[in-house]
């Protein structure tokens, strides 16, 4: 049975990028060698590691001043690496989610944090707006995608200060104003490749200004010195972000992702709008995530949720179970899942709602 994909991450990658993965396990750029057990210093890996920078700075746009690093750790990394190497004395964050959440706690160790506003109270069912940015922070840290909560900030703000952004969910699903930003890190697992990388793009000019030692591997400049190649990258995770970058770009790059998820997204948040067993958990609409779609079933249905996973499950649709934190559904309509899954899902709601409408 075909599989309808909708894990939050990691999560469904492209068939180009699964195919193309496994034929370089096999036989890496015509060595005869498998891609695991090669250098990463000989003259194919370092083409792989070449041109996935150049196609993150060509897909984005990225200006001049700019680098591009394929680093290990995870995101979660990222939450001690950028105060680390940015934050001199205040940073403001803003606490959308638990990973913004988990954000702060680590810059805490490094200064003072300002937490301009926070939908905590209201369990993270809207993205802020309104807050207030002081004109002395070192940086704001915005997490633009919450994955685990389904609300989205689609636009890159305006604000007195460097901007900071985790963009592990949604980094490829819309052009970004790359200029506005010291740094925009990215797991891979979620919209680009396997786990066990993180796509850093990173403003040189931020560096250097904080006056605390930074071990060496913590340092961005270590890793931007060396070409992302100061120890052994994650090989075979850059080699298949390379090739989702490679799909991207034939498909008409991030212009066109950005219309396919639009189009993903309404489908199905049409369909919970129509539905009276189905509700949104996103209460304010301009929040709501072209990513991750999280919603519930109606007190009246409630104790049906179970069921509803099943009847999914049967239909070949995997993943859709929510968050604990959240509950319910979640359906992640990252870029490489195809229309014709939301639409599965669609039908399969709409079937389900039949047989048990009261
Ligand atoms: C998944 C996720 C993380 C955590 O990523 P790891 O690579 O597991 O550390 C952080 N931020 C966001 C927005 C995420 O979706």
Redesign the pocket.
Known sequence: MKKHNFYA?PSILSEYTIRHTAEAVENFAETGLSILEVSHRSKEFVAVMDEAQALVKELLEVPEGYSVLFLG?????QFCMAPFNLLRKKAGYLDT?T?AA?AIKEARLFGDVEVLASSKEANYTFYPKGYVVPDDLDYLHI?T???IYGTELREDPDVPCPLVA?M??DIFSRPIDVAKYDLIYA?A??NLGP?GV?LVIVKDSALGKVDRPIPTMLDYRTHIKKGSMFNTPPVLPVYSVLMTLRYYKELGGVREMERRDIEKARLLYNAIDESKMFVGTVTDPASRSIMNVTFVMTPEYKDLEGEFVSFCSARGIVGIKGHRSVGGFRASLYNALPKESVEVLVEAMKDFEKEHAK
Do not use: C
């Open positions: 991450g750790g995870g995101a979660s990394l989610g990973w988990n997490t995608n919450n994955t985790d592990s969910s797991g697992q979620k786990a993180t």
